[in-house]
């Protein structure tokens, strides 16, 4: 069986986690291949919630290999962490495997994010994320396979301390500690550190089924996002290839996740924010507030010109509109066609952060309807406004809308027919 990738189509949490734990019942193996503890995909089901930044989700079910390509942004501490909150939750130990060659996110990482003016302005999670990617393109980053002698990567971290100020380093990390806590880490996971390239690889070709699982969104994409309002990693499609190491000819399906409207965190241009008491409203009902940082999100209404070049980048096979009953209750529901920009109405995605800031939405308004989705289970069940919304979306950008959210819980999941 080839493989699926889900992809963030908007600026991140677009309801990823819910969607890939939803797949990855019929999965052998799940990679996660980009970012790194900024990501926070949220799974409700039998056992609560889960949080997750670095345990891959599909790894919540038992039978399904959770990887860490190398790609992603390793924070050993995090997913201790997190593995000890899955353990409180009474969940079945996921199985993990680590790439030897994923770059280790380490405490100055964060220290330097905490000073960098760059990072306050971007409004980025804090994690040390940039910092990290810095390191692994400029050479100078320590890989998970790389940890063995203690006095050695104590030497490393030192030098890396040393090029902060005093005052920021200044008895806040002791090298020798966090060198020790890195080389226990790689023994307690032995071999599950590995060639992660060499076992997606081989479970692709027994014709089993493995799942990426994208981190952030399109739009946040290093290159592709709005820069430099973006996160430091590849998040589209093509990320699969970039921090996976497999060919992107594996990939059968790739299932962009979108929300029925917009969010975004942190800063940097969103045309369709909407700050009167609709965009309040979305907010609340739709409770979005950070799964990472617990900032509030900004929200505003769904923005096919950025849906319609997520899918020119990414190829969708198919679209997860999520967070459907959101909009339940709302009068009308407003969608953006198309951005005025100096007086022309045009549907290209603008390529520099100028071109977006003279962009204005231009907006169609569709019926709203009242009943609550969040007893649907079936496509019949919806109410035929909210259908017509659905429909309205996959004829505009022309991918057919194969599951709808109706709700946080896994089961609030509408997969339609054919
Ligand atoms: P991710 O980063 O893309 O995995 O998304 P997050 O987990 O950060 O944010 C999505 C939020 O929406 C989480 O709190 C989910 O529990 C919640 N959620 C997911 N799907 C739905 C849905 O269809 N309806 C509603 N109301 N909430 C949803
Ligand atoms: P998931 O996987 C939403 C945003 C931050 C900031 C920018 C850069 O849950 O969808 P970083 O810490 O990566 O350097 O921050 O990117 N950001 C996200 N926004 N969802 C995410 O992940 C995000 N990961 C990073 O808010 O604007
Ligand atoms: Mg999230």
Redesign the pocket.
Known sequence: MPATAVI?AQW???????ITHFLARQATMTVRFNGGPN????V?DAHGTARLHQVPVGALHPGCVGVLAHGVALDIWELRNELLALREQGRPEPVLLLSDRAHLVLPHHRLREEHEGSAARIGTTQRGIGPCYADRAARSGIRLGDLGDVQQIAAHLGGALAQLTPHDAAGRIDPEVVATELVDFRRAFGTHIADTRAAIQSTLDKGLHVLFEGAQGTLLDVDLGTYPFVTSSTTTVHGVGWGSGISAGHIERVIG?AKAYTTRVGEGPMPTEDSSPQGEHLRSV??EYG?TTGRPRRCGWLDLVALRYAHDINAFTELAL?????LAGLPEIRVCTGYRVHGTVCERWPSTLDELAAATPVYVSLPGWRDPLSDARTWEELPRAAQDYVRFVEHALSVPVRMV????EAE?TIVRPD
């Open positions: 963030g991140g949490d677009e309801a990823k986690g819910k990501a926070g995909h949220t409700q996740v739709g409770a799964a999520t967070k459907l009953d959101v959210g109706v709700g946080p609030a």
